[in-house]
């Protein structure tokens, strides 16, 4: 299967929204709404931010969002920080393969 | 409370086979609805799905990877293994075991394995 799509870099200032997206197709993001996000420090196990599709796990700031339209999701962080400098990764069922697959991730720089 | 952990060689040669071991707790793979998974990532690039197992014994694989995988459960052990045959330098990377299932997310995940392809 193939990965997801995600833009290489996104970049924001403290305190404004950025948003990745998370392109697939029906096999994956479109066509089911197990569509989660995952946020990787630099040597760190990822981290789950957000799970189908537009769901925050317990602990996980408000300021993190996910949504979906068609064959691409989002995520959006909004009131940017310095913490939330990192790589973030979007996965989505297939069907496919019957499994999972990972997006390309997106390394976010807050400036 | 969960917590998954990876063990296996630091370092291969290429062409060997490489087995890698999960060892959990705080769940138990006999209880339905439990799964785990193999993730795996390359120095400085993307994670990659691998396989996963789930407490029914069904297994599922990379489309990619799968005529090289095998995914197995000692529930008594609380362990999944995984091998991966005839490696190659470009297998190295770190190699995560997380409790994910087929559909659904990864809220636990080990802290990694680095393995090396190397002669």
């Known amino acids: 299967q193939s990965a997801l799509t995600q833009p290489a870099s996104v970049s924001g200032s403290p305190g404004q929204s950025i948003t990745i997206s998370c392109t697939g197709t029906?096999?994956?993001?479109?066509?089911?709404?197990?569509v989660s996000w995952y946020q990787q420090h630099p040597g760190k196990a990822p981290k789950l931010m957000i799970y189908?599709?537009?769901n925050r796990p317990s602990g996980v700031s408000n300021r993190f969002s996910g949504s979906k339209s068609g064959n691409t999701a989002s995520l959006t962080i909004s009131g940017l920080q310095a913490e939330d400098e990192a790589d973030y990764y979007c996965?989505?069922?297939?069907?496919?393969?019957?499994?999972?697959?990972f997006g390309t991730g997106t390394k976010v720089t807050v400036l | 409370q969960v917590t998954l952990r990876e063990s296996g060689p630091a370092l291969v040669k290429p062409t060997q086979t490489l087995t890698l071991t999960c060892t959990f707790s705080?769940?138990?793979?006999?209880?339905?609805?439990?799964?785990v998974s193999w993730i795996r990532q390359p120095p400085g690039k993307a994670l990659e799905w691998l396989a996963l197992?789930?407490?029914?014994?069904?297994?599922y694989y990379s489309t990619s990877l799968k005529t090289r995988l095998t995914i197995s459960k000692d529930t008594s052990k609380n362990q999944v293994v995984l091998t991966m045959t005839n490696m190659d330098p470009v297998d190295t990377a770190t190699y995560y075991c997380?409790?994910?299932?087929?559909?659904?997310?990864?809220?636990?995940w080990g802290q990694g394995t680095l393995v090396t392809v190397s002669s």
């Open positions: 029906s096999s994956d993001v479109g066509g089911y709404n197990y």
């Open positions: 705080g769940f138990s793979l006999s209880t339905s609805g439990m799964c």
């Open positions: 197992i789930d407490w029914d014994d069904d297994k």
């Open positions: 996965s989505s069922y297939t069907s496919s393969s019957t499994g999972n697959v």
């Open positions: 997380a409790r994910l299932c087929v559909v659904g997310a990864a809220y636990y």
């Open positions: 189908d599709v537009s």
